[in-house]
């Protein structure tokens, strides 16, 4: 009994040991709690994350073109030319025809060969309408006049004045004016072929077409500002003309006068000044050409009559001529000049050289009836004769007997 009581005792114990050990080996199923567990939060990056690629494959990728500012962005051309061509006119005078631009509403610069020795000149605008101007200041020496218009255009165009510093050679140009004289603002496009530096002058060269008509026109460069005035293109020699730089004109502007060492009589560079005459003009150019050489062959005529007048005096007048004449033989038509006597013997003589005088005098007077018909200006006329030596008033067209 009493080992029976013991046994039980010591399996009773080792059951109440064993049992925590049983249960701790059962794993009961994990269920999902009713609230969701937050992540932790990682912590925030210094470096900001680039955004996603829009474009999957690199490779076929293209770049954006970087941004241009406006000022870094010239004007498209035709716009450019559009904005301009309201302050480009042509300048019209009694002899000829050229171009010339607004750099202030009342102010334009052209050529002083364009406006020659006329003190007032026509200014066609691009829309057809007429003013005048005069001309305010001009510089020979740089061949560049500035003009005063009449009526001034309250929303006139202007262009502005640009800087040789900045010109480069190679940058593209644009030439505006009225070649021919009638093909009113045409334009033509080149490049600055060189800058050259004549007799203290800078010339900017280009191979722009440049033409007769062109002249006082401006030159301008991509930005729509001027650089040079358009002042000459070689005959038979495309591509090669020239143009004074707008620096120069800035001084007369200011109503400073030509510097010392100016190029006005420079021989470097013979060029042809394009300034045109009209149709009209063209022909009374012809005809004065044609009307001085006409009384410079009535001057060898009077030349060689002078010497023979000369031996007449000599040799076969006695007496007096009172008065002084361009040639001595216009004594003949001065009653009063004659004095004295031809000598017995010298009668034939004396005949012939009247003979040779009246027809000098007839000619000379058909020529000039015939350059005034021809619509020869009589100022020019008078200079012609004055120039030859037969301006003389005591001749009428009653000829000598």
Avoid at 71 to 95: G, K, N, S, W
Avoid at 211 to 229: Q, T
Avoid at 256 to 269: I, N
Wanted: aromatic residues 6%; contains cysteine; proline residues 8%.
């Amino acid at each position: 009994m009493a080992a029976v009581a013991i046994a039980g005792t010591a399996w009773w114990t080792s059951s109440r040991r064993a049992a925590p050990a049983s249960t701790s080996s059962v794993m009961a199923p994990l269920s999902v709690p009713s609230t969701p567990v937050q992540p932790v939060p990682k912590p925030a990056s210094p470096w900001p994350t680039p955004p996603a690629d829009p474009v999957p494959d690199r490779l076929t990728a293209t770049l954006p073109e970087p941004a241009r500012s406006s000022a870094d962005t010239p004007a498209a051309l035709e716009d450019l030319i559009a904005r301009v061509m309201p302050a480009v006119v042509t300048i019209q005078t009694p002899t000829s025809r050229g171009s010339g631009f607004f750099v202030a509403p009342d102010t334009l610069i052209t050529n002083v060969h364009v406006v020659g020795t006329e003190s007032t000149v026509t200014i066609r605008r691009p829309n057809g309408t007429i003013t005048t101007a005069r001309v305010q200041a001009t510089s020979p020496a740089f061949d560049i006049a500035v003009l005063k218009v009449s009526d001034v255009v309250a929303n006139q165009t202007i262009i502005p004045l640009g800087a040789t510093a900045s010109v480069r050679i190679g940058e593209e140009v644009i030439a505006i004016g009225t070649p021919l004289g009638f093909l009113q603002n045409t334009v033509s496009r080149g490049i600055v072929s060189g800058l050259r530096d004549v007799g203290g002058a800078t010339l900017v060269q280009t191979d722009a077409a440049i033409n007769p008509g062109n002249s006082g026109g401006p030159l301008l460069n991509r930005s729509g500002a001027v650089i040079g005035i358009i002042k000459s293109g070689y005959v038979g020699s495309d591509g090669l003309a020239f143009a004074v730089a707008i620096d120069h004109a800035r001084a007369v502007l200011a109503g400073r006068g030509d510097p010392s060492g100016a190029p006005g009589g420079s021989t470097e560079y013979q060029a042809l000044s394009p300034a045109v005459a009209a149709p009209s003009d063209q022909r009374r150019l012809d005809a004065t050409r044609a009307y001085e050489e006409a009384i410079g062959r009535q001057a060898l005529r009077a030349d060689g009559l002078d010497g023979q007048w000369k031996s007449f005096v000599a040799q076969c007048y006695q007496g007096r001529i009172a008065g002084t004449f361009d040639r001595p033989w216009f004594a003949l038509w001065d009653s009063r000049a004659m004095q004295g006597a031809v000598a017995p013997g010298c009668t034939a003589y004396f005949n012939d050289l009247r003979r040779a005088a009246n027809e000098i005098q007839q000619a000379v007077a058909a020529t000039d009836e015939a350059a005034r018909r021809a619509d020869i200006y009589p100022g020019i006329r008078r200079e012609t004769l004055q120039k030859y030596k037969l301006d003389y008033t005591g001749w009428t067209s009653t000829t000598l007997r």
